[in-house]
C-alpha cells in the first residue's frame, strides 16, 4: 500500500467544492483546506505507483478547479 500526500493549489472560492468532491473517491482517506501556499491537502491510499499516476494524471487533476498539484510519497508511516 502506497501512502502519498497531495497538495493543491485551486482556482480562488473552490476550495471547499474541491474539497467535497475529493472526500467522495475511494482512494482519498481525508481532504481539509489549509492556509499558506497551498489550498488543500489530500491524503491518498493506493496499491502501486501505476495506479498513483492513474489516479493523480487521470482524475485528481482533471477536477475542475485544481491548478496545480504536489505529490508527497510517504517512506514510513509512524503512526495510525
Request: hydrophobic share 45%; net charge neutral; no cysteine.
Amino acid at each position: 500500500m502506497i501512502t502519498a500526500f497531495i497538495l493543491v493549489k485551486v482556482k480562488p472560492g473552490m476550495d471547499r467544492s474541491i474539497a467535497a468532491k475529493l472526500k467522495e473517491l475511494p482512494q482519498v482517506q481525508f481532504a481539509t483546506t489549509i492556509y499558506g501556499e497551498y489550498d488543500l491537502l489530500a491524503e491518498v491510499k493506493v496499491n502501486s505507483l501505476p495506479e498513483l499516476d492513474s489516479f493523480v494524471f487521470d482524475h485528481f487533476r482533471r477536477i475542475p478547479g485544481v491548478e496545480s498539484t504536489k505529490t508527497l510519497i510517504a517512506s514510513q508511516i509512524v503512526k495510525e
